[in-house]
């Protein structure tokens, strides 16, 4: 009997030793995949995404979205949208068209991860009036409460964008896109809308969006 257990207790020890082995293995393989996708992104952000986003997410102008903080499956799906052209872009498109799906999941991870920036307001009236918007809507005209789908601190969902500290011109466009349909690739969620925002209630959301952090 004695005999027989001990060779057992040896495979065991043998098979346990194996296996957290195995698992190291595994662990560590991951942890140099993360690291690859990582540089990867690094080089495409260095080589061309830096130029109107910054390296870290804080564009340089207010017509470039700010990208920092952004949420990665968000960022994904409208990289590849740009890429088959379901969004229309004719900035972005030529700077996607070379790069893979695993790429826009890199760069989603990068941008996700930086650190965004607070802003202070350009016009803190208006800004008022925005925040109405953002918290209830506009209930006379029938414009639902941003806040209802992005948050009330307008940080979105991994579907969802981040729209917090938004540039207030990026903000404006991408409403005046979605209400003229030129924006088509979100299931017209936001183009009913943006087609009920009077130009007052865009611009004010927009200045308020621009100072939440
Ligand atoms: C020459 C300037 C420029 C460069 C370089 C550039 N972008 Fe853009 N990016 C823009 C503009 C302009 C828009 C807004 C386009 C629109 O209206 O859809 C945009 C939009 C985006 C969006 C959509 C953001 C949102 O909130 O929906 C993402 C994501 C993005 N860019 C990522 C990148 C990445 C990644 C790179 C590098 C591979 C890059 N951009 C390079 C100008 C640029
Ligand atoms: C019923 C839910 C819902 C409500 C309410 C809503 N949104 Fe959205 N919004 C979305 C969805 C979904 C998207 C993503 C569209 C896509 O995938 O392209 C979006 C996208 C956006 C974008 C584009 C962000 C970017 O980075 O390009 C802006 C800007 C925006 N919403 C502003 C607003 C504002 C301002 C309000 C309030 C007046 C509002 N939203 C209310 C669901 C909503």
């Given amino acids: 009997m004695k005999a027989a257990t001990f060779p057992l207790g040896l495979v065991r020890a043998l098979s346990v030793f194996g296996l957290s082995l195995l698992n190291l293995l595994i662990a560590s393989s991951a942890v140099a995949q993360a690291v690859d996708s990582n540089a990867r992104a690094e ?4 080589g061309k995404c830096f130029i109107c986003h910054g390296i870290d ?30 969004r229309k ?59 209802s789908c992005h948050g009330e601190r307008g940080y979105g969902t991994p579907q969802l964008p981040r729209i917090a500290g938004q540039h207030a011109q990026y903000t404006e466009n991408q409403l005046k896109a979605f209400n003229k349909r030129e924006r088509t690739n979100d299931n017209a969620v936001m183009h009913a809308i943006a087609s009920k925002l009077s130009e007052l209630e865009l611009k004010a959301v927009s200045a308020y969006l621009s100072g939440m952090n």
Avoid: W
């Fill in 57 to 86: 997410g804080e564009s340089s102008s207010p017509v470039f979205p700010r990208l920092a903080g952004q949420h990665s499956a968000y960022m994904a799906r409208q990289l590849a949208d740009y890429r088959s052209g379901k």
């Fill in 89 to 147: 872009s004719t900035t972005m498109q030529p700077m996607v068209e070379d790069l893979s799906t695993e790429d826009f999941a890199a760069l989603g991870r990068y941008f996700e991860s930086r650190q965004p920036v607070k802003h202070e307001l350009g016009d803190p009236e208006l800004a008022q009036v925005g925040r109405f918007i953002f918290m209830r809507g506009n209930p006379f005209s029938g414009v639902a409460a941003c806040a």
């Fill in 43 to 46: 080089e495409i952000v260095q």
